[in-house]
C-alpha cells in the first residue's frame, strides 16, 4: 500500500465513528492511536481417543484455553497505556478427540512502540509457558502492526478548511470537533513519511 502513495503531496485518512457521540458529527484530528502488533498462534499437540486413551493425547486446546487466559491475566505496563486481546480461539476435530491443533488471533497495543513491543515479548513468554505445560510444539506468527505516530493530527491547512466545507447529513445536526485520545490503531501512519 505504501508504493500508492510514494510521492504524494498530501494525504488524507480517515477511520469513521471514532469520536463521534451522534449521527452527523464530523471529528477531526484524532492524535493518539496506539502502536499494534496483530499475530497467529497455533498450538500443535497429539490426537487420542478421548475415551479409551486420553493419556495419549496432547490437548492442542487446553494449552491454547491456558493461553488466553494467561494472556488475558498479563498486568498492564507501567509506563504508558497497553491492551491485549485475543480476539479468536479455534481447535480440535470432533466432540471424541482429544484436540490435535488449535489457533489464535491475537493482538497487543500500546501508547508506544516500546510498551507495544514489551507485551508482545510477555505475549510470547506466556505462549510458551501454556504450550510446555501441555506438551505441544507452538508457532507464533506476527501477521501485522502499526506504529504509534503523530501523523494523525490535522493539518494546519485541513483543519481551517473543515467548516466551510463539510455540511450535515440529512436529519442529523452536524458538530465540528476535535477528540480527546482514542485507544485504537491506524494503519495511516505506517503509510506516512518518517520526517
Not at 465513528?17 to 500443535?44: C, E, I, P
Not at 496432547?58 to 491454547?64: F, N, P, Q, S
Not at 491443533?101 to 505462549?127: H, W
Not at 491547512?157 to 445536526?173: F, K, L, S, V, Y
Amino acid at each position: 500500500m505504501i508504493a500508492h502513495v510514494a510521492g504524494a503531496r498530501h494525504f488524507l485518512a480517515v477511520h469513521i465513528g471514532l469520536g463521534a457521540t451522534r449521527s452527523g458529527d464530523l471529528v477531526t484530528g484524532v492524535g493518539a492511536f496506539l502502536a499494534t502488533s496483530k499475530f497467529d498462534v497455533r498450538f500443535t499437540g497429539r490426537a487420542a481417543h478421548a475415551g479409551a486413551a486420553p493419556e495419549q493425547g496432547r490437548d492442542a486446546l487446553k494449552g491454547a484455553a491456558s493461553a488466553l487466559l494467561g494472556l488475558h491475566a498479563l498486568p498492564r505496563h507501567g509506563h504508558g497505556t497497553s491492551r491485549i486481546c485475543v480476539g479468536r480461539l479455534e481447535g480440535g476435530s470432533s466432540r471424541n478427540t482429544v484436540p490435535a491443533s488449535a489457533f489464535m488471533a491475537c493482538e497487543t497495543r500500546g501508547n508506544t512502540s516500546e510498551v507495544n513491543d514489551d507485551m508482545l515479548r510477555r505475549a510470547r513468554d506466556v505462549i510458551a509457558g501454556a504450550a510446555a505445560m501441555h506438551g505441544l510444539e507452538w508457532r507464533l506468527d506476527v501477521v501485522g502492526g502499526g506504529l504509534r505516530r503523530r501523523a494523525t493530527r490535522p493539518s494546519r491547512t485541513c483543519w481551517p478548511a473543515a467548516p466551510g466545507n463539510c455540511r450535515p447529513m440529512p436529519g442529523a445536526e452536524a458538530a465540528l470537533r476535535r477528540p480527546g485520545s482514542v485507544s485504537g490503531a491506524t494503519w495511516a501512519p505506517a503509510m506516512t513519511p518518517r520526517s
